[in-house]
């Protein structure tokens, strides 16, 4: 069974610039959440989608913003990137919710310039 | 109250000593404690997890504490093995709200 898939896995972007993220959750995974880890804050809850629907928000500006497909895929978005979003996003999917057992991909690692 | 402190913030044990990483949370309404474990270049994958009707859950080498009343949980590596460093964080949650994790502890065994 493949696990979570992200892409890309690196990127390098610049401020002001916007960037999109890709996740592909475990087939038959209906719910897919996002951190954002940093060295200094650790893992930071940005949003989790299930069935197609956002489910629960984090604390983060609305430069974040996420979305989710009918096969489960979802896909985040930053807008206007600050310095400060250099970090690794990571998506975690579950079966059902995400109050269980997270299934995590290898990130994406995102540095802004 | 939504906080789950974890301490310590880094740990350095000989090889076949004993790892133990603490946490505390003030929410009485979580109802479930996983630990996670991070290699570099990984995200976390779980490692153990317990609900407040038990006190204690082995698998292997690793073993989670609970202590509903001081509303903290523990977890311990016995036999700490090189391939155990890694980041380990602890995390709480309510039934369908997500998981409020720890700061996470960078473990190193040395052999």
């Known amino acids: 069974k493949a696990g979570v898939t992200q892409t890309p896995r690196y990127l390098i972007k610049t401020r002001g610039q916007q960037v999109t993220l890709s996740c592909s959750p475990i087939s038959g995974h209906r719910s897919v959440s996002w951190y954002q880890q940093t060295p200094g804050q650790g893992l930071q809850f940005l949003f989790e989608?299930?069935?197609?629907?956002?489910?629960n928000k984090g604390n983060f500006p609305g430069r974040f913003s996420g979305r989710q497909f009918s096969n489960s895929r979802s896909e985040m978005n930053v807008s206007t990137l600050e310095l400060g979003d250099s970090a690794l996003y990571l998506c975690?999917?579950?079966?059902?919710?995400?109050?269980?057992?997270?299934?995590f991909g290898e990130g994406s690692r995102l540095t802004v310039l | 109250q939504q906080q789950v402190k974890q301490s310590p913030q880094s740990l350095i044990v000989q090889k076949g000593g004993i790892s133990i990483i603490n946490c505390a949370y003030e929410?009485?309404?979580?109802?479930?404690f996983p630990w996670y474990q991070q290699f570099p270049g990984k995200g976390p994958a779980l490692l153990i997890a317990i609900r407040p009707d038990v006190s204690e859950k082995k698998e292997g080498r690793f073993t989670i504490s609970f202590n509903k009343s001081a509303k903290q949980f523990s977890l311990h590596i016995m036999d700490s093995q090189p391939g155990d460093s890694a980041t380990y964080f602890c995390a709480a949650s309510e039934s369908n709200y997500q998981l409020i994790w720890g700061a996470g502890t960078k473990l190193i065994i040395k052999p």
């Open positions: 929410n009485t309404a979580f109802d479930y």
């Open positions: 975690a999917s579950s079966l059902i919710t995400s109050s269980g057992e997270l299934f």
């Open positions: 989608y299930f069935s197609e629907t956002q489910r």
